[in-house]
């Protein structure tokens, strides 16, 4: 069984469209977060909710949303897309936000055109 | 404030040799430590952490790492490299209840 999923794995869209990814676990944890992977490598946390709270907000364009409808899943929508949103982007889970290890999705290659 | 350097963006190592990916860290409290892998277009996988406890910590398909406050680092090893171990890896921070930071991770070649 999957821990974390994400929806969809590849995203492919134009400039200026607003999509959706969408993420689930299955682990009872409390918080889970996004981050994005740009095509260095690099890793860069977007936001965390604990228990559908918001209690981490890093320098995003407000084009970007998150949304976490109950504790078990996290979505992120972005507003009309630009280029330099093309990345990958990972959820991922933790038993707490204080808790250590953290459980990541398989990721969602979004590349705008 | 805390931040991750790790030397060394491609590491390459002949298969059945030792394997040495270095990790340098910055926090203002006692920090944990992680070694993430990533394997092609797949997620972050832990492979072990430090919660200061031993300061020698064993984690999975061999590897291990060593935290040396003295010099501020967490150097991951594992003596015979596979073929398998071929991947990304990433070296993270956490201090205290701050939000966890990841290296720029090390990619690995293994040559056979």
């Known amino acids: 069984d999957t821990a974390v999923s994400q929806t969809p794995k590849y995203l492919v869209t134009q400039m200026g469209n607003d999509k959706s990814i969408k993420c689930e676990q299955n682990l009872g944890h409390d918080t889970m977060y996004w981050y994005k992977q740009d095509s260095k490598k690099f890793l860069k946390i977007m936001f965390s909710?604990?228990?559908?709270?918001?209690?981490i907000n890093e320098t995003v364009p407000n084009r970007f949303s998150p949304k976490s409808p109950d504790k078990a899943h996290l979505n992120l929508h972005i507003n009309s897309l630009e280029l330099g949103d093309s990345a990958v982007y990972f959820c991922?889970?933790?038993?707490?936000?204080?808790?250590?290890?953290?459980?990541f999705g398989p990721g969602t290659r979004l590349t705008v055109l | 404030a805390q931040s991750v350097t790790q030397l060394g963006s491609h590491v390459s190592v002949s298969e059945g040799a030792l394997v040495l990916l270095r990790c340098n860290y910055s926090s203002s409290v006692p920090p944990y430590l992680f070694w993430y892998v990533q394997y092609p277009n797949q997620g972050l996988q832990l492979l072990l952490k430090y919660t200061s406890a031993a300061t020698l910590v064993k984690g999975i398909n061999g590897f291990e790492a060593e935290f040396k406050k003295s010099e501020t680092s967490f150097h991951l090893t594992k003596p015979s490299a596979h073929m398998s171990d071929a991947a990304e890896y990433f070296c993270?921070?956490?201090?205290?209840?701050?939000?966890?930071?990841f290296g720029t991770g090390t990619k690995l070649q293994v040559i056979p």
């Open positions: 993270a921070v956490r201090g205290g209840y701050q939000k966890v930071t």
């Open positions: 991922a889970s933790s038993q707490t936000r204080n808790t250590d290890t953290q459980y």
């Open positions: 909710y604990n228990n559908k709270e918001l209690i």
